[in-house]
């Protein structure tokens, strides 16, 4: 049987049942996803969109539509994050700390050269994103590929000018 998590605002007003396991579990140190969630670090979580169902409070979610990769919802009782839409390659984030009992379990950052704060885990690291080479691979928990806002980051080994030490 598939695991199934809850997840949700603040407030209650909008809740989630997510299903199956992420397909990936990254930090990501973009302004972007700092500003939105007040944030030093986004504990990023993707699901394929299909495992991600609102279950109560559909008519609460506020939608700001960042890009067209990055479709962002909120509740509109009390102003928290609940989920981001990628349409365009079919994964939605949704905050790891907002979801009931999740063990959150990263295997790398992206947007490190934006970081503002030092993280020593012995995670890679990645100063920026690459654009796509090849979009139509699969997106598997095993890799190292990581499909967030439209760009793609490779294995470490094709990508080592990119990393960052810290």
């Known amino acids: 049987m598939a695991n199934t998590h809850k ?6 007003a909008v809740q989630l049942e997510i299903t199956g ?11 972007s ?6 944030a030093p670090i986004h504990a990023a979580s ?9 279950t109560k409070g559909a008519d609460k979610l506020g939608l700001y539509k960042r890009t067209e990769n990055s479709h962002r919802q909120f509740c509109t ?3 928290a994050p609940v989920l981001v839409g990628h349409p365009s390659f ?6 790891a700390g907002s979801i009931q009992g999740f063990t959150y379990r990263p295997t790398l950052h992206v947007h490190y050269g934006e970081k503002v704060m030092v993280v020593r885990d012995g995670l890679p690291k990645f100063k920026d994103l690459q654009k796509p080479q090849n979009v139509s691979a699969p997106v598997a928990s095993t890799s190292w590929y990581v499909f967030t806002g439209g760009v793609h980051v490779g294995p470490p080994s094709a990508d080592s000018a990119r990393m960052v030490h810290a």
Do not use: E, F
């Open 7 to 12: 997840a949700g605002c603040a407030c209650g």
């Open 77 to 79: 009782a009390c102003g």
């Open 33 to 38: 996803c700092r500003g939105w969630l007040g």
């Open 46 to 54: 993707l699901w394929p969109t299909p495992n991600v169902k609102v």
């Open 90 to 95: 079919g994964m939605t984030d949704v905050p």
């Open 21 to 31: 396991d992420p397909t990936v579990q990254v930090y990501c140190h973009c302004s």
